[in-house]
């Protein structure tokens, strides 16, 4: 499975963004599909995810509220619509995707087999 991340960019602080991963897969959409973020010297860290053949989503608490992760089966993509962007939002945002993960792991970077190449989304204050 290829995953194809794309959307970043520089905005400011308070504007709004959309990320878009394509998968190559044609059932990738019901797969479990999420996006993760690697600020400057910082660790690769959880940001959503969906269990999508369960119809459920998951937020880091950091995000929750600003963020909503969803997915077009149509077009394979999964999608994460970010508002109210703050500068501790800038990152390279990936998207990551495993056929099943167990409710317990969905945060977990190590659950995921598949990552997109990353795309930056930069805020500015």
């Known amino acids: 499975v290829q995953l194809q991340a794309s959307g970043g960019g520089l905005v400011q602080a308070g504007d709004s963004l959309t990320l878009s991963c394509a998968g190559s897969e044609s059932t990738f959409s019901n797969w479990v599909v999420g996006w993760f973020r690697q600020g400057p010297g910082k660790e690769r860290e959880f940001v959503a995810t969906g269990r999508w053949s369960f119809g459920t989503t998951y937020y880091a608490d950091s995000v929750k509220g600003r963020f909503t992760i969803s997915r077009d089966k149509t077009r394979n993509t999964v999608y994460l619509q970010m508002n109210s962007l703050k500068p501790e939002d800038t990152a390279v945002y990936y998207c990551?995707?495993?056929?099943?993960?167990?409710?317990?792991?969905?945060?977990?970077?190590?659950?995921?087999?598949?990552w997109g190449q990353g795309t930056q989304v930069t805020v500015s204050s």
């Open positions: 990551a995707a495993r056929r099943t993960v167990i409710l317990s792991e969905v945060r977990n970077v190590a659950a995921y087999d598949y």
